[in-house]
């Protein structure tokens, strides 16, 4: 059995139900550990101080570190440790590695090239966003913070391109320049649609779920609700989600005068599945957006969906097929789009149709098995 290395940057915790986790269903080919910095915004133990634990799922083991006093500096010097001590570690006295992976190219791909180094290891970097593009549209106005980390990310991204023994893309044009295209896998992330049992019944409501706001165009849906609300006042507009004060007050003003537009806190992932479950329509309106796990789910609750013709989500949504696109951040476009749906419900139900055959016949956990597993054959059989 192949034994890899997981590098997670948290700092969610997974889901004990095993059909919930990619690692369970990896355990059919695969065995070995996940090194996750921190487990949730607290500490479920009620631990005051750093402290590790270890978890089991499948052929896998966590191990989780608690940090959540450390000042931001230190703690990012304190996950690199957790990564690097406890990699080496596990690596020598419990089963050398066949392969590292990394989920990200910050804190978790810098660690993967360093354990690399000194565990002469296959290095595999996997890319969940458009690292060119995150840090700007994190929030509103980008500071001046946000501009050095995009800088700096460049320079990392690069680097570790260089380094790392093969590349996992979510969409083909995700990181501009790679050229070695033997170097790359690109296939979808893990979500555990075969849980979804879709219903024919929904309320009248449009849902979106997600954060950062800003970066996922939640302003430009509120400006492109209100140009329809008029024709259509039995709908209202729920966004779910976490945003910060003060920028949750941008959107607050933007929703003013419509009292169909509810701005909620966000909430567990499985109350937000049973929201979806519910909802007539879902829009996800990214300014840059990798593929979106929120575009499967919503496809495997059988709901028609509008998103964004960027990045990597028309990899997924092939517009007038499971879904369709708007110009991004063009309020106009959306505003169209969702006359288009909400006035032709038989053409809404074939879109949502479409894409739960779509996302059951290409991006199911087992086909996410498969493509795991033969990337990383590919990696092992190269001998350099």
Same mark, same amino acid.
């Given at each position: ?295 499967? =789910?919503?496809? %495997?609750? $059988?709901?028609? !969906? @509008?998103? *964004? #013709?960027? &990045? ?7 517009? /007038? ?10 309020? =106009?476009?959306? %505003?169209? $789009?969702?006359? !288009? @749906?909400? *006035? #032709?419900? &038989? ?7 479409? /894409? ?29």
């Amino acid at each position: 059995m192949i034994r890899i290395l997981y590098l997670s940057p948290g700092p969610s915790p997974y889901s004990e139900d095993p059909r919930k986790n990619m690692f369970y269903h990896l355990s059919k080919y695969f065995c070995g550990n996940v090194l996750s910095p921190l487990w949730g915004r607290k500490n479920p133990r009620s631990i005051k101080k750093v402290k590790e634990i270890e978890r089991a799922m499948g052929n896998f083991r966590y191990h989780v570190t608690f940090s959540t006093r450390l000042p931001w500096l230190i703690k990012i010097l304190w996950d690199l440790f957790f990564y690097l001590l406890k990699g080496i570690h596990l690596h020598y006295f419990r089963g050398r590695y066949d392969a590292i992976i990394t989920y990200g190219a910050f804190k978790t791909g810098i660690a993967g090239y360093l354990l690399k180094i000194f565990t002469r290891t296959k290095l595999i970097i996997r890319f969940p966003g458009n690292p060119e593009k995150s840090f700007i549209f994190n929030q509103v106005r980008p500071n001046s913070l946000d501009i050095f980390k995009q800088k700096i990310s460049k320079m990392i991204v690069n680097f570790l391109i260089k380094k790392a023994d093969h590349i996992n893309l979510l969409y083909p044009d995700q990181i501009n320049g790679l050229k070695d295209k033997e170097k790359i896998s690109i296939f979808h992330d893990f979500s555990s649609i075969s849980l979804f049992k879709p219903t024919n019944e929904s309320d009248k409501f449009i849902l979106f779920l997600g954060y950062p706001w800003y970066l996922k165009g939640v302003d430009i849906l509120i400006k492109a609700f209100k140009k329809v609300s008029k024709d259509f006042p039995d709908y209202k507009l729920k966004i779910v989600g976490f945003c910060p004060y003060p920028e949750r007050m941008y959107f607050e003003r933007l929703a003013e005068g419509n009292s169909n537009i509810e701005l909620c806190n966000p909430i567990p992932h499985k109350k937000a599945m049973e929201l979806m479950s519910r909802c007539s329509l879902f829009i996800l309106p990214s300014r840059t957006e990798a593929m979106g796990r929120v575009l499967l =789910e919503a496809m %495997a609750s $059988k709901k028609p !969906i @509008i998103a *964004s #013709n960027v &990045d990597g989500i028309p990899h997924y949504i092939k517009h /007038g097929f499971n879904g369709l696109l708007f110009e991004s951040e063009n309020v =106009e476009d959306l %505003a169209e $789009k969702i006359k !288009i @749906i909400l *006035s #032709n419900p &038989d053409y809404a139900k074939k879109l949502a149709e479409n /894409g739960y055959n779509y996302v059951h016949q290409h991006l199911s956990e087992e086909r996410y098995v498969e493509c795991f597993k033969k990337m990383v054959d590919k990696v092992l059989s190269n001998k350099n």
